[in-house]
Structure formats: C-alpha cells, structure tokens
C-alpha cells in the first residue's frame, strides 16, 4: 500500500487550458484533472469505481445563471474521463428532494434525469444526491483498499475514530441510493457543526464497509485531502503485523498450464447445465498477496466473509470458488494426483452453483421474490499452489475481475493483520448484487460472433498471418500472434488489441510449440481454434532437388502443423476432461477447431515448385485425418487453398520468377483465375473466419483463388 500525491501545478494548469481551448470552464477542467488523479491509482478506485463532482454554474439560453451539480455519469471511468463525464444537473430541484421521507431508485433516477442541462447526457451517478446535500464546491468519493481495511472492522467505527479523531464524518452502513444520501447529510451535518464549535474543519467522511469521501473548496483541496486520509490509514496499518497460515502444498505444484484448461472446461459443462454461455476467459494472479490468501490455511473461511466493499460484487460475486489445493507436478503420484483433482473440481464446481442457487432463493424470498437470478457461475476462483483467477466474458472482463480479487485479497490481509476482516453481510450484499442500479452499470451489449474464443495464429508476423489475426480480432476473438520474428509477432498482437499476445517459437521445433501455447493457455486459461498458418517454399526441379530442400519443407509445411495441432488437441482434451474418471466430457463438449493454409498446390502443382507442393499435399491429408478421428470429439479440421497471396513467402521476386515459370506477365499471373482479379491476404483471412464459423462443418476444402478449374476440389 503507497497512495502518492500526483498532484503537480504545471499539469492542473496545463490541463486548464487544454480542456479551456475546448470551451470547458476552469473549475471542471481541474475537476477532470483531479478525478484522473484518483482513477489512475488502483489503490484508490478500480475500473469504473469511485465518484467525483462539482458545484458550479452555467448559463442558460436566456443568460439567466444556474446552479448546476456536475458529477460523474454512468458508464464512465475516472481513469479516462473527460469534461462530458460529469454532466451537469440543476441542483436546486436535487435540493428539494430531501425533503422527501421515502424516494424509490426508478423515481430518483426520473428526476435526475429530468433536470438535466444537456438531455442528451449519461445518467448522473447512483450517489449524485448524496454528493448534492453536501455543501463543497469538489467532492470525491474512493474505495482506498487502506480505508476498506479500517471500515470493514467488527469495531470500525472506534477503530476510525482512533484513526482520524474528529476530522471526518462517520456513517454507518447504507446501501448507495437516497437513504444514504439523507443519511450521510444529517452525518456530516452534526459532524460539521461539532467541529465548527472547536473552531476545525471537516475533511471527510468516511462510510463503513463502503468508502470513503474527501471534499474542499478547490479541486487540489479536495484530491490532497482524500491522499492525506488514506496515508492516515495506510500508517495505521503499517504497525499490524500479518501472521501468515501456510496450507500444505507439494514442492512444485502443477503449473497454471495444466490446472487451467481443467477449470475453464469445468466452468463450461456447469454453464451448459445451467443454460448460460459456455467459453470463460481467465486471469491468473500470481502477485504476493493473491498467494498469501490463496496459500493460507484460513483460506475457505476467508472466502465466506464477502467483498470489500459491495461495489465489487457485480463483478466478483459474494465468494470466491475455492479448489482442493494443486496436485504435484513432478513424481509418480502426479498422474492420478491430477486426476483426482480434476474430479474433486467437478464437484466443488457443482457445489457453488447449488450454494449459490441457494442464496439467491433465500434472498429473493426475503425481498419478495421478483428478482430473477443471474448466472450461479463463480467469478473469482483461489487455487492454493497457484494463486487467484478472475472469471470473465472476455480478457479484458476477466482482468477486470482479477484486479477487484487483488484488492479484495489486500484489503481481507490488513484487516487481518489490524484485526478481523467483517464486510457487510449477506442480506446487503444481495440488495447490491441485484439492485438495478448497480446491474446497469455492466451493460448488456451484444456479443460479436466469435467473443470467447481464443484464437492462435501461426506465422502470425507474415502479410496472411497478420491480416488473420486482424480478421479475428474484428470478430471478438482473443488472439495470440505465434512466430519466430518476435518483434514482427509483437507489432501485430499490438494491432489486434491491448489483450492480445504475441508468442515467439520456432514451429518446427516441438518443445518450443509446447511451450508456446503454455504460455498462451496460462495467459487465457485455454485454448478455442487453431490457424496453423506458418510455412514457406522451396523451389526446384523434383528430378534434381536436393533432399535437405525436400525434407526442410516437410519439416515446416507438414511436421510443424503436426506439432501445433498435437499441442492444441492436448488442451482441447483438457478441457472436455478427457481421460479424467468420472469427469467424463460433456455430452456437447467445447472441443476445438484445427484450420490449416494448405494451398492450391495440393491439388493443382506447378513446375519446379514439388518441394512446396508434395508437402502441402501431405498436409491436406493431414488435415483430413484429424477430421476423420477428432468428430467424436467436437474438434473440427478444415482448410484453405489460397494461391498467389502476396505475402512473405509469395514476394515480388517469387511472383516474377513463377511468371516466368508459366510464360505470362506478372499482372497476368496475379490475376489468372475465373474471375480475373488478385486475391489478397484479407480474402484468405475472411475465409477462415467464415470456416471459424461454421459449426457443422469439418474435413471441408474451400478455396480461395479466384476460381481456378484445375484446384478445384473434386
């Protein structure tokens, strides 16, 4: 824990008067500035948590002034907000609805909507009214792990009070909407006056088990203030000593390659029994704190007690999944060790579907029963051995997910350490979990086509390589760009989006495959589809080709699709609990795709190009092989038969050499096909999406050529 204090002049002003250029006032250009401040710091607030606001003015078309409270809209995140993410809301007619005795979320919602100046804006935050019946000009509202750590104490508010004395506000417990705001206003309130009457002014204020505010005149008033409160908190912690409990574990678990596509396949039958999409992303943390939880004994206790703060249960769930401990990696009992893991995850994964069913009815029953349960699938899971896993629809959810467990398991360790962590229980946890407010905030957009899947290109660096990962990158697929370039794999995982990875192996060296889509299942938590794309020609006549060409080209454009597609089947396997004793594959298993770059070649050879030729040939039958026996399987093997691509392996000197080969121009080689026009690599690309897509089809050929008579498949 080390909150710093990032605030610098030179860029609040800088920041005044590059949003000033744009027509945005000075007051919420530093409003923007400070509340970047905050979103920046994971310490304080993480992806989309927090609030800031405003009071200020502005004029209306008839220049008369309004008073206007400018604060954080829905779906924005204070890491990157900007100056139309604190909308800006009549604060008058907010004013009067503490008159009220009793405001329902759907009408509060109404009139803050109602009042806005621009209609056109987001919706103002859950918690605009509380930061309306405050008085400051700036207010900012954190969920600082250090904070959390003093306010989720059996005792917290004593422990608060000897922490900041009379500095803050203290309010217990209530959950975001116009209660809390009612109730922290009569808090401050009363605290205000009292310190008036000593002759001090309040900084803050601090809500248990939730967060915590800061407030001042000006923007940097209001950002040091909340610093200075969480180094109050962060200095109180330091004096606590945490006692860590290590669990049993082998010398070398099993590593995150082997568990993980056990678990991804388990989430993915426990989703299909419970009708729920089926592919998960993972995010493994391997970090100090994750292991210190994970690894503790108190582990499953600790799992029990609930979130941090209940912001973080829309996307973390109440609890973790906890999994038996990891198997050994290495010695003759690892085999059945993991087995036998693998069937205790199947029934641990059962179990929390149930308990978790469980609690919803016994929730719901509670608050009337009209809630309609979300999905019982966990969201974070702690394997002791190896570390915490977040749970999402996509990389970037799960990372999401991951980050909020890093902070739960920093926040559970200091509360520890000062004493005993005690969120809220499980009557509030459920009203966030199923508050319409709070749900809204994770949208429901709709899934593009190929979202969930983990995609690996080989020969990813090269002109088709690249334009595939690209095209599936479109689609919504998390992609991981393999080739020996590192720096070429590099540049276009970059192109293909912030999650994407770049591998860097040598394809026709097995343990560097291996090691490869390692890497790539730890980083995903498994594995979808295949585009085993990598491969080169050689070039000769077959009557005097020496065999090193001959068999280097069999080496990379057959041995080395083996090698990839072996290596992937071993994850689809994994995660269809193949081979596992009672964790039989689903009767719809995920399965897997193998799509293989053959080449016209295979069936239409040229002259002097037998090398390349006879060894894509192979390679068709390779594919036709795996599928003829991964059907039963679910895993699919199509292909593609491209030609003339300009690419790496089809430059400007092999299309010049190939025309004359054939006795045409090299316009009229490019474009000699049925349609008279060049193909390029974004045509082989969407060729494999659409085969990515088509689930029903496998040991398919389709061509990609223009039309050539003679490639024909027949």
């Not at 606001?53 to 008839?62: E, F, R």
């Not at 679910?634 to 400007?652: E, H, K, P, T």
Request: a negative charge; one cysteine or more; aromatic letters at 6%.
């Amino acid at each position: 824990m080390a909150v710093l204090n990032r605030w610098s002049d030179a860029d609040a002003q800088a920041a005044v008067a590059h949003y000033g250029a744009r027509g945005v006032s000075e007051a919420l250009a530093l409003r923007t500035y400070s509340a970047r401040l905050l979103g920046a710091d994971p310490e304080l607030v993480l992806h989309g948590g927090g609030n800031t606001s405003l009071k200020t003015s502005v004029t209306d078309l008839l220049g008369d002034t309004i008073s206007v409270l400018c604060v954080k809209g829905s779906g924005w995140d204070l890491a990157t907000i900007e100056p139309p993410g604190h909308p800006a809301v009549q604060l008058e007619p907010l004013l009067r609805l503490r008159a009220l005795p009793s405001l329902s979320d759907e009408d509060m919602v109404a009139a803050q909507r109602r009042h806005l100046i621009d209609p056109a804006a987001p919706n103002p935050s859950v918690e605009a009214l509380l930061h309306a019946f405050l008085p400051h000009a700036f207010i900012d509202h954190t969920h600082a792990v250090a904070l959390l750590a003093l306010a989720d104490q059996p005792d917290a508010e004593a422990v608060c009070r000897r922490v900041y004395g009379e500095r803050v506000a203290i309010v217990p417990y209530v959950m975001p909407g116009f209660a809390l705001a009612k109730a922290a206003a009569e808090a401050y309130e009363a605290a205000a006056a009292s310190a008036a009457a000593r002759g001090q002014e309040l900084e803050g204020m601090v809500l248990l088990q939730h967060g915590l505010f800061s407030f001042g005149a000006t923007a940097k008033q209001s950002y040091e203030r909340m610093i200075a409160l969480v180094e109050e908190a962060e200095r109180a912690l330091s004096h606590s000593e945490r006692l860590f409990q290590p669990c049993g574990l082998p010398s070398r678990p099993a590593p995150a390659a082997a568990l993980l596509p056990l678990v991804r396949g388990a989430l993915s039958r426990a989703a299909e029994r419970q009708g729920c999409a089926r592919r998960w992303l993972l995010d493994l943390r391997q970090t100090a704190n994750s292991l210190a939880v994970a690894n503790d004994q108190r582990l499953g206790d600790w799992a029990g007690r609930g979130v941090a703060t209940p912001d973080h249960v829309i996307r973390t769930k109440a609890q973790p999944l906890v999994l038996p401990p990891a198997p050994p990696a290495e010695g003759p009992e690892a085999g059945p060790a993991l087995q036998s893991w693998a069937v205790q995850l199947e029934a641990v994964m059962q179990a929390y579907v149930d308990d978790y069913q469980a609690y919803v009815h016994r929730q719901n029953s509670r608050v009337g029963g009209h809630k309609t349960p979300l999905d019982p699938l966990p969201r974070v899971i702690a394997i002791p051995g190896l570390g915490l896993v977040g749970v999402g629809a996509s990389a970037a959810a799960a990372a999401v997910t991951a980050d909020i467990a890093e902070a739960w398991a920093q926040t559970l360790l200091a509360a520890e350490a000062l004493g005993r962590f005690q969120p809220v229980g499980e009557d509030d946890t459920f009203d966030m979990e199923y508050w319409s407010l709070e749900q809204a905030k994770l949208g429901k957009g709709k899934e593009l086509p190929l979202a969930r899947h983990v995609v690996l290109v080989t020969g990813g660096a090269g002109g088709i390589g690249a334009a595939i990962a690209r095209a599936f990158a479109v689609v919504g697929a998390e992609v991981a760009v393999l080739d020996r370039d590192a720096e070429g794999a590099a540049a276009v995982a970059a192109s293909c989006g912030k999650r994407a990875l770049a591998l860097n192996a040598d394809v026709t060296a097995p343990a560097q495959v291996r090691a490869a889509i390692d890497q790539l299942v730890t980083r995903f938590g498994g594995l979808d589809l295949v585009v085993s794309n990598a491969g080169a020609a050689w070039t000769g006549p077959i009557a005097t080709l020496e065999d090193a060409d001959l068999r280097a080209s069999f080496e990379l454009n057959l041995f080395a699709h083996q090698h990839v597609a072996q290596a992937a089947v071993a994850v689809f396997r994994a995660q269809d609990g193949a081979g596992l004793t009672s964790a039989a594959p689903d009767p719809s298993p995920l399965g897997g795709q193998l799509l293989f770059n053959v080449s016209k070649q295979a069936l239409n050879p040229g002259p002097n190009f037998g090398a390349y030729g006879i060894a894509k040939a192979a390679l068709l039958a390779l594919m036709r092989q795996y599928a003829l026996e991964g059907g039963t399987e679910c895993i699919r093997a199509n292909a593609i038969n491209a030609d003339r691509i300009r690419s790496g392996l089809l430059d400007d000197a092999m299309i010049r050499a190939r025309s004359v080969a054939r006795g045409v121009s090299e316009a009229a080689y490019m474009g000699g096909n049925l349609l008279g026009q060049e193909v390029t690599a974004a045509d082989v690309a969407e060729a494999f999406v659409a085969l990515a897509r088509l689930d029903r089809t496998t040991g398919a050929v389709l061509t990609v050529d223009g039309g050539n008579v003679a490639a024909m498949v027949r």
